[in-house]
Structures are given as structure tokens and as C-alpha cells.
């Protein structure tokens, strides 16, 4: 056997376009920028092809084989359930240098949050089909990734998960990425409920490339500088290594509006929060693969990266402590983060007939916080004194997972291809671990902004799991095909759960299938969600997050944390008319029980009290009633419904080149189908969360597009339209000021965003490209003024295109 090697190379939702979108849309020269793009077809070479070819070319149509979805590897358009491919040249056209922001670049289906506020501003998560970045399993070559240690906070979309940090895995080292739009837990386990994330590393055995990308916003920040190199070299006569590296620095951008009100807290200096945080990132990974003989491969790939990251926080005004801070200060959290996972394994095709693989992976994410440029106004009040730079504490996170994979095609008579059996065995080991910081950052009120975690919230704990699954797939028919899947696990702290996959398809001709699955799904309660607990002050308001298994949250009536549950429904059409057009349509209902949000929310004394038992003290000056404390329960089951339609078409221009045109579109609705009460008989969720789950991200999103080529040039355009998002605002000023009841309901309208970028090879080794993101430097819409807070005019929680506007870059490539 030898190496296998991958193969690379609302009524009105279209109304109004955009009126700049029509002429780049149509007439655009654009990138084929979605996953779905170049998965059945991709650019080929003959000589007619060339600029001054008279003759027409041939088109060899590569039908990339994939193996996300399924236990045996099938071609894309062969698939029984949806699968989306990104190839590592469309991840390069982006001018993304970072995996997260060029997936969603490229996909209609992803989504992420415009900014995380406090410690999620410092780490990098998606989502996929509206649901949480929890609830997407993210796997490297078919492994189990390990999630961030950092628990997103603030409200929003997001709040309450941890997810897996894409941007701590090297851009250079992907070879391509397989989106699985299908829940997959009988398949894989925990948190695919909405999908599976599959990031291929490259196996080259030859050559590599150096690259340099610098850019910046049209306003002159975020200055971004990224270097990343590629080599890769063979083992003998039967291995390869491949070795990747990345450095990327990223400046502060600021976004807050100084002309905005800012009362109480107005002094010379000004508020800087809302923008990206800045950032130095150094990434290295590796992927390597042996044949010990013609049966038998040792395997094994890693990354480590590490980040320093800083974000601004809301200035305290210049007459908090005109002692040390005449003029005001901001105060900035910061991180200094080492993550690592390294995967050994060896897997062969001989035992007694068997396929079989056997494999360890061990990984984890170590974050340390901290606070410069701040105070503990309690600790001077009562001492005279404080520092101004504090330890806050430290989160981590780690995962072992141990796997043994065995697959075997059996042929029965009756049936016309065999019976492809697959069973495996999986056990997984999960820590999470809270560092108290030091006494000062606590104490006497601790520090503004985020609190240092106290003694009370510092915690180590762990669980096991077990699990086990079977599949079988086969063809009933030469046309219809069928693949069965059930998977048990059981958890140490939250029980057993079964659960089990039907997926089919139908070839009715050779250019038209139906296809379609139904399947149940699982998510455990991340450690984070039953462990962490916090307290995050404002200027005028508290918030405190309390551990649900603690006593803290049990005092506000909180009760074990549950999995959730979910069933999931896909149908879908494969047309493959001619060789250069492929369209898939898909539709899909996701339900899930139990969803595990930030519920239960109480203000005044009660929540004062629960706070003490968490073994915080609240802030020096701020009134009760602003101080509100929540824990996250199983408070609502949803509904999402939804329809996914990619395109892709191959024109050939003659002696002009080619166009790969590309059409992706996503329509996604989620309706909140059940509402738990609390032990106070109230809902446990207030109407603003209810938003946030149901429409606080785009109903739709619409990417067209493609990519012209011709000779020596090209040239990618895509244009990006996401739909509709609406919250509820909290009140930041009046007598409703910090209410956990009273809100502003608020929408944000359709954005689009281009994006360009033309190339040039200057010689057959060196590529230089000058490209522009969001190339009309559009912005989200401003909030309602009462809604306005210190300078913070945009909606930076459910907005869908970022607070940034445009980016410039310019990328230069050389191959060796």
C-alpha cells in the first residue's frame, strides 16, 4: 500500500443587492472564496490554455475526495451529507492571517462575533449555522482539537462558550479544510451538534515558500505584519515531514466615538475599547508520516503557539483617583497564553483484513491574566496605596484522547458493493483549572474592570469519558447508498447518552441526487461552564457570574448543568448538469433540548448576597440595584431551521483565461420552542437573552463571486452580504439605567462588504498581490443614544461585519 497522499490543488433577501454590489458582483472578476468552491471542479492546465491559445482547453474535472462525514473516504460530489471544502490557495487570497476570520470570509454557513468583551476579546472562536462556538466540533487530520481555556463572558451570541481558538494553528500548515454541515455526534461524539470543522494539515515531501503580509485600516491603525514559511521534505524512501512557522503582530484599532457622551467619566484622557485588542502571535506546527513496511505507518503532527494580547477596558475619569491618575486612565487586560497539542500514532491495512488505526493526542491551552494601568480604589481609601499593575489569575485547559479505529468492507450477495463496517473505541480525559490572583486584585472591591479571581473561585477538576460507536455503509441499489451510525459515551460527572445517525442519497441520473439525513446529538456542559466563576465591574454597574454547581448559584436557585440534546434533519439536491457547473441545495432543522445559557439573572440584594458566598466583595460606589449576578442552566430549548445553496461555475474565456464564478448563500432562523422558569418561578431567561439566541446573528448571509486567471495575473473579488441582526439593548442612561428587565429593542440593517485582491508573478517563484477588505469601508449601525456607553456607539455583539471598516494589504510569496 502506498502513503495516501490528499489531493491538492426575508421577502426582500436579494432586494437592493447593493447598489455597488451589481457591478462587481456580475461583472467582477471575483475569488471562489467558498468552501464549496473548486470541490468538484478545479482549475486545470493544458497548453491552449495559455494567454495566446487559440484552441479550446480541456477541462479535467478533480473530484476532491474527502473524509469528514464518513468512515471510508468518498468524493465531495458523491457525499451523503453536505460537505464544504477550502482549499489553502483560497485561505491565501483572503489577505486573512488568521484561520478563523478567512473561514468566514469564505463560508456563508460561518459566523463570528464583531468583538468578545474583556478575556474574549483575547481569543479567536466561530460559529456555524447561528448555534455556539461549543456546539462545532473542530478536528485536525480527523483528531480531536482541544478548546480554549478562556469562557467567553460578556452577552452576546457567544456567551457562556469555549471553543476551539482556530488562530492558534499555523495558516501555513493547512493543506485544506472539509466544513461538515450536518450534526455528526453519533459519529463523533460531544459538540457536533451543528457540524464538524476538519482542518487537514499539507504532506508535502518537497519545497516550501516564504511569505510576508503587511496591511492596515483605512483610518492608519491595526497596523498588522505577518510572517509565515512552509518546507517540506521526505523521510527516506517512505516518509514525509512537513514544518510550518508564523509571527503576526497586530496594533490596537480604536473605534470609540470621542464626541460621545461620557458623564461621569469624562476627563482629558480618552476611551479606546471598542477595536480589536493588540496581539504578538508565534505559531509553529508539524505533520510527518513513516511507512515501517507496505502495511504499517507511524504518524504524528503538532503545534504550539504562543500569544501576548492586550485590550483596552472603559476609562475611569479623572476624578476616581486624581491621586495617581489626574487625567483618567483605561485600565488593560492582558494575556500571555501558551497552547500546544501534539498527536503519535500508527495505523496500517493487514490485520486479519482489518484497516485499523490506533492513536494519542494530548493538548491544552494555559492562559495567564492580567491588569496594567489600573487600581484598587478600596485597598488606597483604606491604606493610602495600590499598585497599578496586578496579577488577576489563570484558566487552563487540557484534553487526552486515546483512539482505536478499526474499519473492514464485507460483501453479502444480495447486495451490490460491500458492507463497510467501522467500530472504534474512544477514552478522553478533560481538565479545567482557575488560579486565584493575587490578594490586591481582589480584595477591599479588587480591581476595576475584571476582579482578580479570588481563592473561593480557584478550582481543579476533571472528568472521564468513554465511548464507543459502530457504522455501516453500503449501496442498496447501484443508486442508493446508506450509512448507519450509533455512538455511546459516558461521562463521569453528567451520565451516558446513546445516540444514533441514518444518513442516505439517491442518484436519479448522473447529474441529479437527492440526499438527506436524521440524526440525534449530544453537547456536555464544558468545565468552564460548571466551574468558573467571576466578577466584572463597570464604572456604574457589577456583574457576577457564579459557577452552577456552586452555592453561590445555588442560592439564586440553580440546579446541575444536563447535556444537551439535539435532532437534527437535512435534505438536500446534488445537480451536476454539465462538467463545469455544480449546485448542492440543502435544508436542515437543528432542534435542541436543554441548551445550556446564562439564565437566572437577579439584581439587588439577593444577588449581593450570592456574590459574598462566591467570596467576592462588590464595588465601593456602585448602587444595588446595578449589581446583578447570573449562572449559566438548561434554560431553553430552540429550534433552527434553515437552507443552505452553493454554486460553482467553470467558464473558459479562450486566449483571455478563465473565471471560477462562485454563489453561496445561507437563510437561518431560530426560534426559542420552550423557556424553563427559575426557582423564583420567572423565566430563567430576560428578553435580551432570548435575543441573542434567536437574532443575534444574521438571518442570512449571500457571498458571490469568482476568480479570473490569465497568465501571469489574477484577480479575486467577492462580495458579501449579511442579513438582518437585532438585540435588546440595555439602558446606559436614565432611570432604567443597568435594568435586567427594561431594554431597547434594536436592529442592525443588511451590511455588504467587498473584498479584492489582484496578483502578479513576477517570476515563476515570486508572487507579489495588492488586495482590500470591506474595499467600501462600511460600519455597522450606530445604537439608540440611551444605549450609548462611554464612547461605544456600535452594537459590538451581534454586529456581523466587525467595527474596523476597511484594510489594505500588501502580500508578496516566494517559492523555493
Excluded at 218 to 247: C, K, M, N, V
Excluded at 432 to 439: F, I, K, L, T
Excluded at 541 to 549: D, G, T, V
Aim: charged letters at 15%; zero cysteines.
Amino acid at each position: 500500500m502506498r502513503r495516501e497522499r490528499s489531493i491538492k490543488h426575508d421577502k426582500h433577501l436579494f432586494a437592493g443587492f447593493h447598489k455597488k454590489a451589481i457591478p462587481f458582483a456580475v461583472f467582477s472578476l471575483a475569488y471562489a472564496g467558498t468552501a464549496w468552491s473548486q470541490s468538484t471542479n478545479t482549475a486545470t492546465t493544458s497548453a491552449s490554455s495559455q494567454p495566446d491559445g487559440n484552441a479550446q482547453p480541456t477541462t479535467q474535472v478533480q473530484d476532491r475526495v474527502v473524509v469528514t462525514g464518513t468512515r471510508t473516504a468518498t468524493k465531495v460530489t458523491k457525499s451523503l451529507t453536505p460537505v464544504d471544502v477550502i482549499t489553502s490557495a483560497q485561505l491565501q487570497s483572503t489577505g486573512q492571517s488568521d484561520l478563523r476570520d478567512a473561514l468566514v470570509a469564505l463560508s456563508p454557513s460561518i459566523q463570528r462575533q464583531a468583538m468578545g468583551g474583556a478575556q474574549a476579546a483575547l481569543v479567536d472562536v466561530l460559529t456555524l449555522h447561528g448555534l455556539t462556538p461549543d456546539q462545532v466540533l473542530v478536528l485536525v487530520n480527523g483528531k480531536r482539537r482541544h478548546s480554549t481555556a478562556t469562557i467567553s463572558l460578556n452577552p452576546g451570541p457567544q456567551q457562556g462558550s469555549t471553543g476551539v481558538d482556530l488562530d492558534l494553528i499555523p495558516v501555513s500548515a493547512v493543506d485544506h479544510v472539509e466544513i461538515l454541515r450536518d450534526g455528526a455526534a453519533a459519529q463523533y461524539g460531544s459538540d457536533a451538534i451543528a457540524g464538524v470543522i476538519n482542518i487537514i494539515l499539507k504532506s508535502d515531501t518537497k519545497g516550501g515558500y516564504i511569505e510576508s503580509l503587511t496591511g492596515q485600516t483605512y483610518q492608519g491603525d491595526g497596523l498588522r505584519q505577518t510572517e509565515s514559511a512552509h518546507y517540506g521534505l521526505a523521510l527516506g524512501a517512505g516518509g514525509f515531514l512537513d514544518l510550518s512557522a508564523e509571527i503576526s503582530r497586530q496594533n490596537h484599532t480604536d473605534r470609540t466615538d470621542p464626541y460621545a457622551h461620557t458623564g461621569s467619566l469624562a476627563g482629558s484622557e480618552s476611551n479606546r475599547y471598542i477595536g480589536d485588542p493588540s496581539s504578538t502571535r508565534e505559531v509553529v506546527g508539524f505533520n510527518a508520516g513513516y511507512y515501517l513496511s507496505d502495511s504499517v505507518e507511524l504518524y504524528g503532527f503538532g503545534t504550539y503557539a504562543h500569544r501576548d494580547a492586550a485590550s483596552y477596558q472603559t476609562i475611569r475619569g479623572a476624578t476616581v483617583l486624581p491621586e495617581i491618575y489626574p487625567n483618567g486612565f483605561s485600565p488593560q487586560d492582558l494575556l500571555n497564553e501558551n497552547d500546544f497539542s501534539i498527536t503519535a500514532g500508527a495505523k496500517g491495512d493487514a490485520l486479519f483484513g482489518w484497516k485499523w488505526d490506533l492513536s494519542t493526542t494530548y493538548g491544552g491551552d494555559y492562559d495567564s491574566f492580567s491588569q496594567a494601568d489600573s487600581e484598587n480604589l478600596g485597598l488606597y481609601q483604606a491604606t493610602g496605596h495600590t499598585p497599578t499593575n496586578f496579577y488577576i489569575g489563570s484558566q487552563q485547559s487540557t484534553q487526552w484522547t486515546n483512539n482505536l479505529d478499526f474499519t473492514r468492507p464485507f460483501q453479502l450477495p444480495v447486495l451490490p458493493a460491500p458492507v463497510n463496517v467501522s467500530v472504534g473505541f474512544e477514552q478522553r480525559t478533560e481538565r479545567y483549572a482557575v488560579g486565584a490572583g493575587e490578594p490586591y486584585s481582589y480584595l477591599y472591591g479588587g480591581t476595576p474592570a475584571l476582579v482578580g479571581l479570588s481563592p473561593a473561585s480557584a478550582s481543579d477538576n476533571s472528568r472521564n469519558v468513554l465511548g464507543t460507536y459502530i457504522d455501516l455503509s453500503t449501496k442498496l441499489t447501484q443508486k442508493w447508498q446508506i450509512d448507519l451510525s450509533g455512538r455511546f459515551e459516558h461521562y463521569s460527572d453528567v451520565g451516558d447518552t446513546t445516540n444514533g445517525k441514518i444518513s442516505t442519497r439517491y442518484d436519479f441520473t448522473p447529474w441529479i441526487a437527492v440526499r438527506g439525513s436524521v440524526g440525534t446529538g449530544f453537547r456536555a456542559p464544558s468545565l468552564a461552564q460548571e466551574y468558573y466563576t467571576t466578577l466584572s465591574p463597570t464604572p456604574t454597574s457589577a456583574f457576577a457570574l457564579l459557577a452552577a454547581n456552586s452555592a453561590a448559584a445555588r442560592a439564586l436557585g440553580a440546579q446541575p448543568l444536563k447535556p444537551e440534546e439535539s435532532t437534527s434533519y437535512n435534505l438536500g439536491f446534488v445537480l451536476t448538469p454539465t462538467r463545469d457547473i455544480n449546485v448542492t441545495i440543502d435544508a436542515y432543522q437543528i432542534d435542541i433540548r436543554n441548551r445550556i445559557v446564562e439564565g437566572g439573572s437577579q439584581a439587588g440584594q439577593n444577588a449581593i448576597n450570592a456574590i459574598a458566598l462566591a467570596g467576592f466583595s462588590t464595588p465601593l460606589g456602585i448602587p444595588a440595584s446595578a449589581i446583578s449576578a447570573s449562572y449559566f442552566t438548561n434554560g431553553a430549548n430552540t429550534r433552527t431551521r434553515g437552507l443552505d445553496l452553493t454554486a460553482t461555475y467553470h467558464t473558459w474565456l479562450g486566449q483571455y483565461g478563465t473565471i471560477d464564478w462562485d454563489l453561496g448563500l445561507n437563510v437561518n432562523n431560530t426560534t426559542l420552542t420552550h423557556l424553563a422558569p427559575g426557582a423564583n418561578g420567572q423565566p430563567l431567561l430576560n428578553a435580551q437573552q432570548i435575543a441573542y439566541l434567536t437574532t443575534g446573528t444574521p438571518k442570512n448571509k449571500i457571498i458571490l463571486g469568482g476568480v479570473w486567471n490569465y497568465g501571469k495575473w489574477g484577480v479575486s473579488l467577492h462580495e458579501t452580504r449579511y442579513g438582518t441582526t437585532s438585540a435588546e439593548e440595555s439602558y446606559r442612561t436614565g432611570p432604567n439605567a443597568g435594568s435586567v428587565t427594561v431594554f431597547i429593542p434594536f436592529t442592525n440593517k443588511a451590511e455588504y462588504t467587498t473584498d479584492i485582491e489582484a496578483r502578479y508573478e513576477v517570476t515563476r517563484q515570486f508572487e507579489v498581490a495588492l488586495g482590500a477588505r470591506n474595499l467600501f469601508n462600511e460600519y455597522p449601525n450606530k445604537l439608540p443614544l440611551a444605549a450609548q456607553y462611554a464612547g461605544a456607539v456600535y452594537d459590538t455583539t451581534t454586529s456581523a461585519i466587525g467595527v474596523d471598516g476597511g484594510f489594505y494589504y500588501l502580500r508578496a510569496r516566494y517559492l523555493f
